[in-house]
């Protein structure tokens, strides 16, 4: 009895050791490349200069990802973010960030995409889609008032 106990113990811990974690939402995108693995790349062109992006291994990312190519008008929020509602809705698992960071490509509601270009506390709520690489430059390119922003896959 103790034998048939003890195996089932081993095959449980083993069943649970092999499970992938629980919340992936935060997990860059993968995707095979010649037997390696690569983070899913998007580029964002503001006024000339290219920033590249990786997006987030979520529903909402990927279904976004589908909306790609596209030339948006964003509009100016607050002096930290840039804002485009979206033709269709996208699926959401909101969460508050406590923190938004500069380069943070966010979704809030379901369908109003949003590009943050400094970092600040918030009480809102957003799904997070991605966040550019190396912001350096963002805000300069972003500039002070509205813009038109070509968002691609890289």
Known sequence: MKSILLL???FTSVIIGNQPPCNKENV???TENNGTMANEKIKITVNSQIFTAT???NNTSKVFKELLPM???MTELNG???YYDLPKSLPTNSTNPGSIKNGDLMLY???TLVLFYKTFQTSYNYTKLGCIDDTAGLQKAIGAGNVSVTIDKN
């Open 28 to 30: 860059p995108i993968k």
């Open 71 to 73: 030339t948006i008008p």
């Open 55 to 57: 997006l987030l291994d």
């Open 80 to 82: 930290n973010e840039k």
């Open 109 to 111: 509601g379901s369908n």
């Open 8 to 10: 089932v113990l081993i």
